[in-house]
């Protein structure tokens, strides 16, 4: 299917537990973005990459680790999980150039108990 | 560097009133901003887009957004409100120079009465 999609959609994993939150996209976009969203804060930037093998810190990157070996494909893994990294994850890919936008996967709920 | 003030969390308006949802930004070169609308339990979904181009921008289901440079300001209004837009609705900002990320603003809850 064409478009941008999130696995899994919901998530419960245990402290301490390495977790990787899977992000695909089938555009060939450019740039990919992982951001966090939590009551009261928006949607904060985690990481992001312009292209492949190029990734970058955003506001909230600590205890969170991504690769991008190939340009459809943008992982997030969060080494070891904490109670503060329950929320809903968002991932984002952009074509890049004059004034494009992005296109948003469904989400990944994901609770660390 | 970039940033975005939506200026109310939350926004209450009857059906068939304006609805007016406020946004500033801050950017050091010319942006590009959007807006962004989340329904409960889904991604988000792009109403509109400024890209240099005409200053009053047209979006879907009957919204629209006026930049103002000199007020460096992007609402979005729309203007009779439907049951249907009560959603969570998010402005962005990218500024217009290479390698770029989207910041986005806290977010307004659009809130729906009858």
């Known amino acids: 299917d064409a478009g941008i999609t999130q696995s899994p959609r919901y998530k419960i994993t245990e402290t301490g537990r390495q977790v990787t939150l899977m992000c695909h996209q089938t555009?060939?976009?450019?740039?990919m973005f992982w951001y966090r969203q939590d009551l009261g804060h928006g949607l904060r930037l985690i990481y992001y990459?312009?292209?492949?093998?190029?990734?970058d810190k955003g506001e909230v990157p600590d205890g969170y680790v991504v690769s991008r070996s190939k340009t459809e494909n943008f992982p997030l893994t969060l080494e070891s999980a904490t109670r503060s990294q329950t929320s809903v994850y968002f991932c984002?890919?952009?074509?890049?150039?004059?004034?494009?936008?992005?296109?948003f996967g469904q989400g990944t709920r994901l609770t660390v108990v | 560097a970039q940033s975005v003030t939506q200026l109310g969390s939350h926004v209450s308006v009857s059906e068939g009133a304006l609805v007016l949802l406020r946004c500033n930004y801050s950017?050091?070169?010319?942006?590009?901003l959007f807006w962004y609308v989340q329904y409960p339990n889904q991604g988000l979904q792009l109403l509109l887009k400024?890209?240099?181009?005409?200053?009053l921008v047209k979006g879907i289901n009957g919204f629209e957004a006026e930049f103002k440079k000199s007020e460096t300001s992007f609402h979005l209004t729309k203007p009779s409100a439907h049951m249907s837009d009560a959603a969570e609705y998010f402005c962005?900002?990218?500024?217009?120079?290479?390698?770029?990320?989207?910041?986005f603003g806290k977010g307004t809850m659009l809130l729906v009465s009858p």
């Open positions: 400024y890209t240099s181009a005409a200053t």
């Open positions: 984002a890919s952009l074509l890049g150039g004059v004034g494009t936008e992005a296109f």
């Open positions: 962005a900002v990218r500024m217009n120079s290479g390698y770029s990320t989207l910041t």
């Open positions: 555009w060939s976009h450019s740039y």
């Open positions: 990459s312009a292209a492949a093998d190029i990734t």
């Open positions: 950017s050091s070169v010319p942006p590009y």
